[in-house]
């Protein structure tokens, strides 16, 4: 699996970003997708992920109800739509792939075998 990452930029605090992340795979049964972040300084945290096949997703508390994760089957494409955008949200925004993740584990890093070259946010206050 390749994944590529895109989207990131400047933005003031409250404003929006969406973050693209292209998939490319033989076969994309039972791929779970992530999105994580890593602040400078900060070890790289789940933000959101979503199952291929059924769309079920989840988020991490800090961006519930700001954030939302979304795909597009015929693009291969993951999407992250950032709202109401905080300083603290600043980063390099990671995807992330794996196969046949239970719920339980897909906040786990060490698990994604597939990661995309991070594309950076920088939320100004």
């Known amino acids: 699996v390749q994944l590529q990452a895109s989207g990131g930029g400047l933005v003031q605090a409250g404003g929006s970003l969406r973050l693209s992340c292209v998939a490319s795979a033989d076969t994309f049964n039972s791929i779970v997708m992530a999105w994580f972040r890593q602040a400078p300084g900060k070890e790289r945290e789940f933000v959101s992920s979503?199952?291929?096949?059924?769309?079920?997703?989840s988020y991490a508390d800090s961006v519930k109800g700001r954030f939302t994760i979304s795909k597009d089957t015929y693009k291969k494409t993951m999407y992250l739509q950032m709202n109401s955008l905080k300083p603290e949200d600043t980063a390099v925004y990671y995807c992330?792939?794996?196969?046949?993740?239970?719920?339980?584990?897909?906040?786990?890093?060490?698990?994604?075998?597939?990661w995309g070259q991070g594309t950076l946010v920088t939320v100004s206050s």
């Open positions: 979503i199952t291929w096949n059924g769309g079920s997703s």
């Open positions: 992330a792939a794996s196969r046949g993740l239970i719920a339980s584990t897909r906040r786990d890093k060490s698990r994604y075998n597939y």
